[in-house]
Structures are given as structure tokens and as C-alpha cells.
């Protein structure tokens, strides 16, 4: 099973950026999807989840508004579209994949490497 995140980079304050998650190895359509992050001397924080149909969803607070998750199950990706970037969106970027439709890390069976998002002031 492999979680392949891609996407990252540096953008500007304000710009946007896509985040994609390729599923290889098992299939997502009965899964709950998260992404979660990790900013340098911080422990690692939820950003979003998407129910295993797509028709719930939920987001951290801290990105609430800004960024939208969403899922293909068609083509065994999940996304997450961010936008209004700010300086502390900067952080690796982690997709997961597990059972239970929630936002603790240790509820999630598979992770992804992560991508880095750098925003820039």
C-alpha cells in the first residue's frame, strides 16, 4: 500500500495550491481520507477528512473556509485545494487513509510521505 502526495511548493500569501494523493495498492472507495501537517518544531495537526462517499467532510479550524477537500475514488486520489495561503499554512503535508471517519492521527491505518508547502510573506 502506498499513499503518494504531490503538489507542494512556495507560493505567495494569498496564492493557492493543489494538493493531490494517489492511492496505490488498495482502494480508496471504502476509506476516510485526511490530510494532516506538520510545521517545523510542531507536532503534527489535522487540516481535513472526507468520508469514504465524499458527503461529509470536516476541517481544523485553523484552515476552515480556506481549504476544501475532496475525493475521486474513480481514480484513487484524494485533493486538497488550499487557498488564501498564509505564512503559517507552511508545513509537510501528510494524506492518511483509514476505517473510521474522525481526525486523530492514530486512527488512520496509512500515510503518505508528505509534500512541503513553503508560503512566503
Known amino acids: 500500500v502506498q499513499l503518494q502526495a504531490s503538489g507542494g511548493g512556495l507560493v505567495q500569501a494569498g496564492g493557492s495550491l493543489r494538493l493531490s494523493c494517489a492511492a496505490s495498492g488498495l482502494s480508496i472507495s471504502s476509506y476516510t481520507l485526511g490530510w494532516f501537517r506538520q510545521a517545523p518544531g510542531k507536532e503534527r495537526e489535522f487540516v481535513a477528512v472526507?468520508?469514504?462517499?465524499?458527503?461529509?467532510?470536516y476541517y481544523g479550524n485553523s484552515v476552515k473556509g480556506r481549504f476544501t477537500i475532496s475525493r475521486d475514488n474513480a481514480k484513487n486520489t484524494v485533493y486538497l485545494q488550499m487557498n488564501s495561503l498564509k505564512p503559517e499554512d507552511t508545513a509537510v503535508y501528510y494524506c492518511a487513509a483509514g476505517t473510521r471517519y474522525n481526525r486523530r492521527e492514530d486512527e488512520y491505518d496509512y500515510w503518505g510521505q508528505g509534500t512541503q508547502v513553503t508560503v512566503s510573506s
Open positions: 472526507i468520508n469514504w462517499s465524499g458527503g461529509s467532510t
